[in-house]
């Protein structure tokens, strides 16, 4: 790192140590490289290799690690270790949560495959019979009834979709997702982040659902 | 510090918006009337790279209502008018979902 780049990650430090926000916008612009690559590491090391060419969750995980080093800011000492470094073990456990924990949130072994022909303008796979998985798993009827209450009609679907392609080992669900209905795989992106969104501010105010807080995707 | 929103070389480039949606959360968390508002007032001095008394200086604007805005005390159409011309020629800032006109 050049003296310049260093005066700057200083003065940006100092100032989320002050609680200005808006600086992250220029700490994400300007070290965001190297908080990915500190992301990455920890996606190889959690075998979640699939999610490094994504760049999209990528970026979404930079974001989250950038958060939280502005809330620990004022315990960065300028002298030691650079923040993502200092912060190493901190941005891990951004990225397990922001990826959720090991297990994820569909396991398609539960799944009731029914061979429904090729979907409009998508994939050939088999398509998923929701209904019998609900009826027969508390657990997915639960989610699914959180999810229900979040979103509009298409925006359900497509989340649905997005992580049974996810827990089937697509390596690109938003592609996929988006070839089935018709959007970008940045608009199926979108769509999955604001569900997630919205289903964590639903578990953190409606009890009924809190014990979908540890689940994969939805774990805080 | 940086006076412009373009990537350097080794930039990354982020989605602006969405780091705008979880700034509301956090102003929204806080009580803020008017999250998404806050963050595009955060954003357009983040772009800007200076804090919040220089850029104020700079775009002839009492520090005091610079402050309400990024605290998403103030709804959007009462932000200051450079603010909103700035959001508004950012083209990273997708101001309808920010504020929910979509």
């Given at each position: 790192m050049n003296r310049d780049d260093r005066l700057l990650l200083e003065k940006l430090m100092a100032a989320m140590a002050d609680g200005d926000a808006a600086a992250l916008f220029p700490f994400i612009e300007h070290f965001g490289t190297a908080l990915a690559r500190e992301v990455r590491r920890v996606l190889r090391e959690l075998g979640r290799t699939d999610l490094l060419r994504d760049r999209d969750e990528l970026d979404g995980l930079v974001q989250d690690a950038a958060?939280?080093?502005?809330?620990?800011?004022?315990?960065?000492?300028?002298?030691?270790?650079?923040?993502?470094?200092?912060?190493?073990?901190?941005?891990?456990?951004?990225?397990?949560?922001?990826?959720?924990?090991?297990?994820?949130?569909?396991?398609?072994?539960?799944?009731?495959?029914?061979?429904?022909?090729?979907?409009?303008?998508?994939?050939?796979?088999?398509?998923?019979?929701?209904?019998?998985?609900?009826?027969?798993?508390?657990?997915?009827?639960?989610?699914?009834?959180?999810?229900?209450?979040?979103?509009?009609?298409?925006?359900?679907?497509?989340?649905?979709?997005?992580?049974?392609?996810?827990?089937?080992?697509?390596?690109?669900?938003?592609?996929?997702?988006?070839?089935?209905?018709?959007?970008?795989?940045?608009?199926?992106?979108?769509?999955?982040?604001?569900?997630?969104?919205q289903l964590r501010r639903l578990i953190r105010v409606d009890n009924r659902y809190r014990a979908l807080s540890e689940r994969g995707c939805l774990a805080a | 510090m940086s006076t412009t929103m373009m990537m350097s070389a080794e930039g990354w480039a982020t989605d602006v918006t969405r780091l705008c949606e979880r700034l509301a959360e956090r102003l929204a968390r806080e009580g803020a009337p008017f999250p998404g508002a806050g963050a595009v007032a955060l954003a357009v001095r983040g772009g800007a790279g200076v804090d919040r008394s220089t850029f104020a200086a700079q775009l002839g604007l009492d520090p005091h209502e610079l402050a309400l805005a990024e605290n998403g005390a103030l709804p959007y159409e009462q932000l200051p008018e450079a603010i909103r011309q700035l959001a508004s020629s950012e083209t990273r800032l997708d101001l309808d979902r920010l504020l929910g006109r979509g």
């Open positions: 958060i939280d080093l502005f809330r620990r800011a004022a315990g960065w000492d300028r002298t030691g270790a650079l923040p993502w470094v200092w912060a190493r073990s901190a941005i891990r456990s951004v990225v397990v949560r922001g990826i959720g924990h090991a297990t994820v949130a569909l396991d398609p072994d539960r799944f009731d495959l029914v061979e429904r022909g090729p979907v409009a303008g998508g994939s050939d796979t088999p398509d998923i019979d929701y209904e019998a998985l609900r009826a027969r798993d508390a657990d997915f009827e639960l989610f699914c009834r959180a999810v229900d209450e979040v979103g509009s009609e298409r925006d359900r679907r497509v989340f649905h979709e997005y992580l049974a392609q996810q827990a089937n080992g697509d390596p690109s669900p938003s592609h996929t997702v988006g070839s089935q209905f018709g959007l970008t795989a940045e608009n199926v992106r979108q769509i999955a982040k604001r569900m997630r969104d | -």
